[in-house]
C-alpha cells in the first residue's frame, strides 16, 4: 500500500512522453496553420530541442526501471506480441522520427511539403504511442483497478493538460504570440476539469474492487488528500499562466516554466496514485 512512487522510473516515462506528444502536436499545429514568417518559423523549430530533452530523460528514466540500463533491449524482443516491446517500440519511433525530421528542418533540409508530412506523422506517432502506453496496463484484466476506462482516460487527460503549456511555454520561448494561443489554457483547464471529475468516480468505485484478501480502497489510504494536491498543483499552474494575460501582458518564460514544473509535479502525484493502485484478483498483491 501507498502512493506509487517506487514506481518513479515509469512516472516519468509516462508522465513526460504524454506531454511531449502534446506540446509536439501545439508546436506543429502552429508551424502549419500559425501564419507564422520565416524566422519564427525557425525558432519555433529550434524550440522543439526542448521536447527531445524532455523525451531524452524520460527514456533514460525507463531504462531504471529495468534494473540495469543494459537490459533496455531486450524489452524489444516481443513486439508485435507484447504491449511492453510496442510501448517502447512506438516511443522509439516517435523520438527517432521526431528528433531526425526536427535535424533535417533545422539545418533546413525540408521542404515545407516534407516538413508537413514530417509534421503530421510525428504527430501520429505521438499520440500512438500515448496509446500504446495504454495498452501496456489496460489489457491486464487480472488487475481490476486498471483494466479499467480511467486508464486511458488519464493518460490522454496528461496529454491534454501538460502538452498546451508545454507547446506554449516553447512558442512563448521562440518569441511568438497570437489569438490562437490564448486558447491552449482553456485546454487545459477543460483537461483539468475532467480529470476532477474521472478522480471523483473513480474514488467511489473503488470502494466496489476487492480481492480476496484487499479492497481497492485501502491501497492508497491517502487517494483524496493526493488528488486534492494534484487539483492545487494544476490551479496554481493555470494562475500563473493565465493571470498575466487576463492584465493584458504575456506571462514571462520563467512563469510559465514555473507553472509547467507545477504541472508535471500534479500529473505525477496523480501518476503515482495510478501505480499504488495496482492488485490483483487472487491471493497477491504487488506493494
Known sequence: MGSGWH????MIFTVFGQCV?????????ALMKGGLDNQQQKRVV????????????AFIAST?????????????????????????????????????????????????????????????????????MVRVYNTIDTVPTWYSVWTPVGFFLTL??????????????????????????VLTLVGLVISVM?????????????????????????????????????????VCWVAPQLKGYQPAIPLLSL????VLVGELIGRGVFYGLHMTVGMAIAS
Open 7 to 10: 514506481e518513479w522510473p515509469l
Open 21 to 29: 506528444a502534446g506540446g509536439f502536436i501545439v508546436l506543429a499545429l
Open 46 to 57: 529550434l524550440s522543439m530541442f526542448g521536447l527531445w530533452v524532455l523525451m531524452g530523460l
Open 64 to 132: 531504471l526501471h529495468l534494473g540495469s540500463p543494459l537490459r533496455a533491449f531486450n524489452s524489444l524482443n516481443r513486439v508485435g506480441a507484447s504491449s511492453l516491446s510496442n510501448e517502447i517500440a512506438s516511443g522509439a519511433l516517435f523520438f527517432a522520427v521526431g528528433g531526425i525530421g526536427w535535424l533535417l528542418a533545422l539545418s533546413g533540409k525540408l521542404s515545407v511539403a516534407l516538413r508537413n508530412v514530417w509534421l503530421v506523422l510525428t504527430m501520429v506517432l505521438g499520440v500512438a504511442f500515448v496509446w500504446m
Open 160 to 185: 491534454l493538460i501538460g502538452g498546451p503549456l508545454l507547446g506554449y511555454l516553447l512558442l512563448r520561448a521562440a518569441g511568438v504570440s497570437g489569438w490562437a494561443m490564448r486558447l491552449l489554457p
Open 198 to 238: 474521472m478522480s471523483l468516480m473513480q474514488g467511489a468505485e473503488l470502494a466496489t474492487i476487492h480481492s480476496s484478501i484487499q479492497q481497492a480502497s485501502a491501497l492508497v489510504p491517502d487517494y483524496g488528500t493526493l488528488m486534492a494536491w494534484r487539483v492545487v498543483a494544476i490551479v496554481v499552474a493555470l
Open 259 to 262: 507553472a509547467f514544473v507545477l
